[in-house]
């Protein structure tokens, strides 16, 4: 009997867990921003950055421009922060408004959001 009891509530959670939402579809190129999507194109790079080392600051800054090069806002990228094994980036509008701070994953080149 017990056994049945937690068969039923299993049975009726599952039919009452909300479906996923069909607004936004998640399609390559869904939102303009990109914001977090692949962030630069070819074949090196994917999801979230880079599939290779970032080897300097310069590096890192020139890996998060291009992530935003498909926005359509002006942004100004810079490196504050260097890590053992991430840089940290902010990215400001033209009058000093902060719009994100980043970091870059050294070994990897991913970009993350931490703002």
Same mark, same amino acid.
């Given at each position: 009997? =017990?056994i049945? !009891?937690?068969?039923? %509530?299993?049975l009726? %959670?599952?039919?009452?867990m909300?479906?996923?939402?069909?607004?936004?579809? &998640?399609?390559?190129?869904?939102?303009?921003? !990109? /914001?977090y999507?692949h962030s630069?194109?070819?074949?090196?790079?994917? /999801?979230?950055?880079?599939? &290779?080392a970032?080897?300097?600051?310069?590096?890192a800054?020139?890996a998060?421009?291009?992530?935003?090069?498909?926005s359509? &806002?002006?942004?100004? #990228?810079?490196?504050?922060?260097?890590?053992?094994?991430?840089?940290? %980036?902010?990215?400001?509008?033209?009058?000093?408004? =902060? #719009?994100?701070?980043?970091?870059?994953?050294?070994?990897?080149?991913?970009? &993350?959001s931490?703002?």
């Amino acid at each position: 009997m =017990l056994i049945r !009891m937690v068969l039923m %509530a299993i049975l009726a %959670a599952s039919i009452l867990m909300p479906l996923p939402s069909r607004a936004q579809p &998640r399609e390559p190129g869904w939102y303009e921003g !990109m /914001p977090y999507g692949h962030s630069c194109p070819g074949r090196h790079w994917g /999801p979230y950055g880079g599939r &290779r080392a970032v080897k300097n600051s310069a590096e890192a800054k020139q890996a998060i421009e291009k992530y935003f090069a498909g926005s359509s &806002r002006t942004l100004q #990228v810079a490196i504050t922060v260097e890590r053992r094994w991430f840089y940290i %980036a902010e990215i400001t509008e033209p009058d000093g408004t =902060l #719009v994100d701070k980043l970091i870059i994953d050294k070994r990897t080149g991913r970009i &993350r959001s931490i703002y």
